[in-house]
């Protein structure tokens, strides 16, 4: 079980016990006193910050650190002692000390004989603000070595979340208690499954003012989006792989519905930085460690064809429409750990289509389709409706592209120039144009546009881009993109758990969020 600890890091007396007020009102249950940010530090301010911790019914860490390791004021190594060991006797639960200060003479001498007096317990810490440690075992190790009692705290800098599984590694072996952070937005992960894997703190920080390291999220979110409370060693673990990945809607939706549906689970956003290597050595990482319980996965940009290609290679079972379509969108590990290839994007739009023009799915043969753009989007597309019999025409910037997907699915393809000069039943824009934030753009002349037109835009964000703004003008039954979003969320949903996610679920957890 993890502590959810937040630093204080204000420079005076008086903004510290706000911002221990503010901690102890988010729900957190620990402050971290980061004692090295307040300006003119004495015993006197020690104790009133740590009286206000127990009012506030927090647990309390002290630390004042050394500027080497991320100290903010460079307070003497003797003076800091001095504090430390004074905040263990006015009744800090733990006092964290760098192990490099502590295995000075006088350090030691000083921490000793306070740990045997008082109930505190030491923390020995060791931080790399700059890359990752390669021997994490060994320097735990060490800290026990040099300390028995100590529980160790190492942190360390992802560069890829690839290096967050020696962590892990740790974290599953140890035999004391330990604090284990990889810091940075590659390893975003070691803190969001702090809990779960038995760290004994989880850092988040107030607001995203007051964090003290790279990586760091708030407490609210924490809580609220990634299921501090709910998880425990058994959690099943999702996530979204993709690069870039902070403005995913899809930890937003999963959680909530895992939320809703109390399910044991939890969604993460899942940095993967490179390409088909470091796709592998991740899912590598994952598949053969069945003790962190990674389920599955969404695939987005640019990740689609490196999980097809990886799933090939393992010879892992790949469903028709992903083959089709050349790219993968779903993974689900089975428990027999043999992994399986979606694409959830095909169903995604022509449920969109035929839910948007109200007809079903037979219906929409022989009806004539002129779909923009020939990239990934397009792909799923172009297959999901030449499979239904509809008589598609791509169009595209890059003639060459239209080509060779309309070659591949046997449909037509023409120059962009001509676009309009044969009337299409629907129109569907799988270009980004239009796309947050150059929402003023728009991928077609408005004068192709009819009022008996069915216009599908598969960008959802913003929901109403200027392509569908037009066609509502013009009287078209206009389809946006977070439609297919949603089905496609929808159906992965199912692929994860086997159930069923309630759509006005769905679109309510979406409204709220636009
Ligand atoms: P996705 O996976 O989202 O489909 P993609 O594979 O990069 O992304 O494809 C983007 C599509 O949008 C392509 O068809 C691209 O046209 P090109 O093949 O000519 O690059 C199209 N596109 C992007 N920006 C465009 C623009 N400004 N005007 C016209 N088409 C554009």
Known sequence: MAYLTVPITAKTVEQSKQQISSAANLGADMVELRLDYIEGLNQEIVKILID???????????????SQEGGVIDYPRQFRIQILAFAAQSGADYIDCELATYKTAAAKKSINAVLKNTKAKLILSVHDFK????????????????????????????????????????LHTKETDLILIAMGQDGLITRLLANKLD???????????????????????????????????????????????????????HNTLFRQMNMNKLYLPILLKGDQLEFDTFMENVTTRQWLNFRGFSVT?????????????????????????????????GYNERVNAYNTDYEGAIDAL????????????HKKV???????????????????????????????????????????????????????????????????????QIPVSQDIIYPDMTVFDTVYNPKETKLLATAKEKGAIVINGLEMFINQAIEQFRHFTGKNADRNVVKKIFEEKF
Do not use: W
Request: charged share 20%; net charge neutral; proline share 4%.
């Open 301 to 333: 940009i640019p990740h689609k064809v490196n999980a097809l290609d990886y799933v090939s290679k393992i010879g892992g079972f790949i469903d028709d429409q992903a083959a089709k379509i050349d790219a993968v969108n779903t993974l689900v590990i």
């Open 131 to 170: 890359k990752p440690i390669t021997n994490l075992q060994e320097i735990y190790d060490s800290i026990l070595l040099t300390c028995p009692v100590a529980i160790p705290k190492i942190a360390y800098f992802a560069k890829n979340i690839n290096d967050c599984f020696a962590g892990f590694d740790l």
């Open 370 to 440: 002129a779909v923009l753009g020939a990239g990934g989007v397009s792909r799923a597309v172009v297959a999901g409706l030449t499979d239904v019999g509809a008589r598609v025409t791509i169009y595209n910037r890059t003639a060459i592209k239209a080509k060779r997907l309309a070659n591949e699915f046997k449909c037509q393809y023409a120059d962009i120039s001509e676009i309009g000069s044969e009337s299409a039943d629907i129109l569907v824009n799988c270009t980004s144009v239009g796309m947050y934030p150059k929402i003023d």
């Open 354 to 365: 035929v839910l948007g023009m109200n007809i079903n799915r037979k219906q929409l043969e």
């Open 52 to 66: 206000h911790s127990k009012e506030s019914k927090m647990k309390t860490i002290a630390t004042c650190r050394r």
């Open 199 to 253: 760290s004994l703190v989880c850092f988040a920080s107030l607001d995203n003012q007051t964090s003290t390291a790279p990586g760091q999220i708030t407490v609210s979110q924490m809580r609220d989006l990634f299921r501090f409370e709910a998880q425990n060693e058994q959690t099943e673990l999702f996530g979204v792989i993709g690069n870039p990945i902070e403005h995913s809607l899809s930890p937003l939706l």
